[in-house]
């Protein structure tokens, strides 16, 4: 697979934002299934305005989407970026989060907040 060459200012900024372990967890987590901000606050125990600002830093740069289901919004990796060969990279090194998903699973905080 040809991988693109990412601007240098762009990469440094995914980069900074991939430095916090919450936002790269995130990002490793919705590399396997996608997310509602109650199913990230059930493993981050972080309120919602605090998932959602780790949410749209990472949106603002383009390494997640959003979809709008009802009232609620889903996000997912973006695999159209420009930045996802250097994300996808970064993501092989990065343990799998199956408990995370496995609470947000068990756990099913959509049933709660009518996701």
């Known amino acids: 697979m040809l991988k693109s060459i990412v601007e240098l200012d762009r990469a440094a900024n995914a980069l ?18 996608e997310c509602c901000v109650c199913e990230f606050q ?22 997640v989407k959003e979809e709008r289901r009802g009232q609620w919004i889903y996000y997912s990796l973006n695999q159209q970026s ?3 060969g250097l994300i996808d990279d970064i993501l092989e090194h990065v343990p799998v989060q199956t408990d995370k998903i496995k609470q947000i699973e068990k756990s099913n905080p959509t049933l709660r907040c009518g996701c």
């Open 82 to 84: 420009d930045l996802y």
């Open 16 to 33: 900074k934002l991939l430095g916090d372990k919450t936002r790269l967890t995130m990002v490793k987590i919705l590399k396997q299934r």
């Open 42 to 63: 059930e493993v981050f125990e972080m309120s919602q305005p605090s998932i959602s600002q780790h949410l749209r830093k990472l949106k603002d740069l383009g390494l």
